[in-house]
């Protein structure tokens, strides 16, 4: 069966400092992978995808970059954290298929002071 | 451009009652999907069900249906016989082309919906 590992759950981090997020995937290959941010109480925003290793497409323009070194992992990062960085991120992979749903790991909490 | 809308943010259910999560979507393509997640507090996200925009039967997977009706772009969530674990958000949504030439995922805003003993 296929999991989805993503970490950390929480985190604090301030204004200015660096970012690295990381989500793996197992239990299958060449999976579509992706970074979703959620405000409080909002839907959630497509940040980046990936389609294959060293493949990353970019949804809005923001401060925070993604990189695919494996196959089945993804990395979110930025280089100086904002305020407005805080929030909900949510990774999540999908197999090839117009019928395939994506499927979420757990979220990291990011709150910046 | 593609969107969705949620016009209800929050709902409540009486235990064991039927419910419907209202969902309407606007795209120019032909060919798209739709899908409903339930995102209960602890915040990840649980895909339910899934419509394909040239299915001729309305999905269903155990207790939720989708009531989807192409003319008017709607996909409502019906959830039957309600459950004190349906308590959550609920979100719609789209799959279809992007400004960059992928296909990915729009979702609405959501719905909250609490079920009530």
């Known amino acids: 069966s296929q999991t989805i590992h993503q970490w950390p759950a929480t985190l604090v981090q301030p204004v200015g400092s660096p970012l690295s997020l990381e989500c793996t995937v197992e239990?299958?290959?060449?999976?579509?992978l992706y970074w979703y941010r959620q405000a409080a109480g909002r839907g959630l925003q497509l940040l980046f995808y990936?389609?294959?290793?060293?493949?990353i497409s970019s949804e809005v323009p923001q401060n925070l970059s993604a990189s695919r070194p494996q196959d089945r992992q993804f990395i979110l990062s930025s280089k100086k954290l904002l305020l407005s960085d805080s929030g909900f991120y949510l990774c999540?992979?999908?197999?090839?298929?117009?019928?395939?749903?994506?499927?979420f790991g757990d979220g990291t909490r990011l709150s910046i002071l | 451009a593609q969107k969705i809308t949620q016009t209800q943010p929050g709902m409540f259910v009486q235990e064991k009652e039927a419910v419907t999560l209202d969902c309407t979507y606007d795209t120019s393509d032909q060919s798209y999907g739709l899908f409903w997640y339930k995102q209960p507090s602890s915040g990840e996200m649980i895909f339910l069900i899934y419509q394909g925009s040239y299915d001729e039967q309305n999905a269903t997977e155990g207790r939720y249906s989708l009531n989807f009706q192409k003319a008017r772009k709607s996909a409502n969530l019906v959830i039957s016989a309600s459950q004190l674990g349906d308590s959550a958000m609920y979100f719609c949504a789209m799959r279809t082309l992007m400004d960059t030439g992928r296909r990915a995922l729009t979702f609405g805003s959501g719905t909250r919906l609490q079920v009530q003993p």
């Open positions: 999540a992979w999908r197999r090839q298929g117009e019928r395939q749903p994506q499927h």
């Open positions: 990936s389609v294959g290793i060293g493949q």
């Open positions: 239990g299958t290959s060449n999976p579509n």
